[in-house]
């Protein structure tokens, strides 16, 4: 086992490589009291685990551990630090492991064995994308594998779904800010716990996408966070994509719309109605809406009735002051001839614009709904 040792105390490290040194083995890497030699050496050799101290000057330790996650994100990190334990606790630290100083040989040898079970766990590098993998972004933030279908992740927090769900927002752009999360995330909070906060969140996410064997990497560069997702597919992206490239609407291609329909599984990250994604959500229910739309006109023109009348009835409840929903609804219900329903349609629009909105129906929708029921409305 590769390790590197990382301290601004040359007792420490000392004391480190004594207790070290009665595993055979664990080969030391270096030994290094600079956090930036740190980063030079991380870059260029190939390391199992690196034992580092929390609080150094100039690059803490969290800060550090960002930086050198970037560089190596397979790396175990193992925080060695002075602090208590009720203070470890609060600050959720979510390294491979963490040890108080001073350091016990039996201590380190419990952290030792948890490297090693780290390490014979890591499973070889797969072709995630050969498997169907994808991030999905409607309704809720999880992942579907061609294999096992869909996949939820185990947030340990509310902030951690929601930073992970922030740079997947931001995946085509720069990497944001540090000062842009924190006032996302943590504005209330003191500015010195709040850091610690966001590394600590970076951390679980790192950790988490880990676990789960994702081809994603949260990486740390220009004083800021990223999502990098190499091939890795979004459902969003791939959803809109097929609406680009989609077919004519016909008989023949009917399967093929109805598949991209049954795509979208609610509104953008809807089960957390984060107000920064409002606006993409908004772009995008207009985008389905007006596909929606397409399709139930084309089934209802072709007399299948009860696929027009399950996408009129989307259309109703995604948007229910807009009265195209329930004026195809009042369609298929006036062909299958059951004008009680076709009136139960009117009437709910009626009520719904007169209590919201305080106007009436359009014209056309009074015009067409008289004619078809043979009486004034």
């Known amino acids: 086992m590769k390790v590197l040792l990382v301290d601004d105390e040359s007792l420490a490290l000392r004391s480190m490589e004594k207790l070290l040194s009665k595993h055979e083995d664990i080969e030391i890497a270096a030994s290094l009291m600079d956090p930036r030699q740190a980063l030079v050496f991380a870059a260029e050799q190939k390391l199992d685990a690196i034992f580092l101290d929390l609080e150094m000057p100039e690059i803490g330790g969290m800060e550090l551990a960002a930086r050198l996650s970037t ?17 470890v606790d609060a600050f959720e630290l979510n390294a491979l492991d963490y040890i108080l100083k001073p350091i016990s040989e039996s201590r380190l040898g419990k952290t030792l064995n948890r490297v090693r079970k780290a390490l014979a766990e890591a499973s070889p590098d797969v072709d995630v994308q050969e498997m169907g993998t994808m991030l999905c972004c ?13 996949q939820s992740f185990s947030w340990r927090t509310n902030k951690t779904q929601e930073l992970l769900s922030i740079l997947l927002h931001h995946r085509n752009g720069p990497a944001l800010h540090k000062e842009v999360l924190l006032d996302m995330l943590w504005h209330e909070q003191d500015p010195a716990r709040a850091g610690v906060q966001l590394h600590t969140t970076i951390y679980q996410i790192r950790k988490m996408l880990k676990e789960q064997e994702l081809a994603v990497q949260v990486v740390y560069e220009h004083e800021g966070y990223r999502l990098q997702l190499d091939e890795m597919r979004v459902d969003v992206e791939v959803w809109e994509a097929g609406l680009l490239k989609s077919p004519e609407l016909s008989m023949d291609e009917l399967g093929a719309h109805k598949r991209l329909l049954d795509m979208y599984k609610g509104d953008y990250f809807g089960e957390s109605q984060y107000v920064w994604a409002e606006s993409e959500r908004e772009r995008l229910r207009l985008l389905r809406w007006t596909y929606l739309q397409r399709f139930a006109d084309f089934c209802l023109e072709q007399g299948l009735l009860k696929e027009a009348g399950e996408a009129y009835q989307q259309m109703k409840e995604q948007f229910p002051l807009a009265e195209d929903g329930y004026f195809g609804l009042m369609q298929v219900y006036h062909k299958r001839g059951n004008f009680a329903e076709m009136k139960q349609q009117y009437a709910m629009l009626r009520n719904r614009l007169q209590e919201d909105l305080d106007i009436p129906p359009s014209k056309a929708i009074i015009s067409w709904y008289n004619e078809a029921f043979g009486q004034r409305a």
């Open 138 to 150: 409607f309704q809720s933030l999880h992942w579907i594998h061609g294999a096992s279908g869909v």
């Open 71 to 87: 560089v190596q994100p397979d790396v175990n990190i193992i925080f060695v630090t002075a602090f208590d334990q009720y203070a």
